[in-house]
């Protein structure tokens, strides 16, 4: 079984491939552009471009707004041993939450779970490393789980 996953970027992953499109064209950003309004980029050049642009766009409103807006379609295969193990229904479940109301901490996630507080935290830690969601430390020193997903789809062929 397959997976097909449409989810946010983080900054990291963001910033990493905002730096490979830096070292995969020398000329730069304002190269690649030049090339493509004057009609001599490839089509995966133009894609490259669009997909750059796309990129500094969404990294540009994270710096301002704290915001994680890029959106990207992967394919998981489930027949991988770490990823047919980790997503149990509770942690499918536990996604449904952080994605679908906003969870001030580990511990209101816990209560509107119905779970364990050290449970619910082991869970996010799992889903953290397959980067469906991302834990963030707020001021006040709670960590606060925001999801990554948008949409999980799961294709049986």
Same mark, same amino acid.
């Given at each position: 079984?397959?997976? +097909?996953?449409?989810?946010?970027?983080?900054?990291?992953?963001?910033?990493? +491939?905002?730096?490979?499109?830096?070292?995969? *064209?020398?000329?730069?950003?304002?190269?690649?552009?030049?090339?493509?309004?004057?009609g001599?980029?490839?089509? @995966?050049?133009?894609?490259? *471009?669009?997909?750059?642009?796309?990129?500094?766009?969404?990294?540009?409103? *994270?710096? @301002?707004?704290?915001?994680?807006n890029?959106?990207?379609?992967?394919?998981?295969?489930?027949?991988?041993?770490?990823?047919?193990?980790?997503?149990?229904?509770? +942690?499918?479940?536990?996604?449904?939450?952080?994605?679908?109301?906003?969870?001030?901490?580990?511990?209101?996630?816990? +209560?509107?779970?119905?779970?364990?507080?050290?449970?619910? *935290?082991?869970?996010?830690?799992?889903?953290?490393?397959?980067?469906?969601?991302? /834990?963030?430390?707020?001021?006040?020193?709670?960590?606060?789980?925001?999801? /990554?997903?948008?949409?999980?789809?799961?294709?049986?062929r």
């Open positions: 079984m397959r997976l +097909r996953i449409i989810k946010r970027l983080t900054a990291d992953e963001m910033s990493a +491939r905002l730096n490979a499109f830096g070292r995969r *064209y020398t000329a730069g950003y304002s190269g690649l552009q030049r090339k493509c309004s004057d001599k980029a490839t089509p @995966e050049e133009f894609v490259d *471009y669009l997909s750059w642009s796309a990129l500094l766009d969404a990294y540009g409103n *994270y710096l @301002e707004n704290g915001e994680l890029y959106l990207e379609e992967e394919y998981r295969d489930t027949e991988r041993e770490d990823f047919s193990n980790a997503l149990t229904w509770k +942690r499918l479940e536990l996604l449904s939450i952080v994605n679908s109301s906003w969870a001030q901490s580990i511990n209101e996630l816990a +209560r509107k779970s119905g779970r364990n507080v050290k449970n619910v *935290y082991e869970d996010l830690k799992v889903l953290e490393s397959l980067k469906l969601i991302r /834990l963030v430390r707020v001021s006040n020193g709670k960590v606060t789980p925001q999801g /990554l997903v948008e949409e999980i789809h799961f294709l049986m």
